[in-house]
């Protein structure tokens, strides 16, 4: 499972730091020890996410992420 929230709390592991590309707002992405071998493909699709959910001013603290765990 992937998630992509808003930053209110130190990074865990299993998780990465993300910012907005358009703005100062913090994220992390979360992933399980079975994805972790998808990290590089799973922050191009939070960041994608990201620049959508920035139209929103961010206002929900999960983002809404287009993940396919089956894509190499």
Do not use: G
């Not at 100062?24 to 992933?31: D, I, P, R, S, V």
């Not at 079975?34 to 001013?57: C, F, G, Y």
């Amino acid at each position: 499972m992937v998630t992509l929230t808003r930053a209110h709390v130190q990074l865990p592991p299993n998780q990465i730091a993300l910012k907005c590309p358009l703005c100062e707002e913090q994220f992390h992405l979360h992933y399980t020890e079975d994805e972790w071998h998808r990290v590089n493909t799973m922050i191009q699709s939070a960041q994608k996410a990201l620049r959508e959910d920035h139209k929103t001013r961010h206002k929900n603290d999960a983002v809404e992420m287009k993940w396919n765990p089956l894509r190499p």
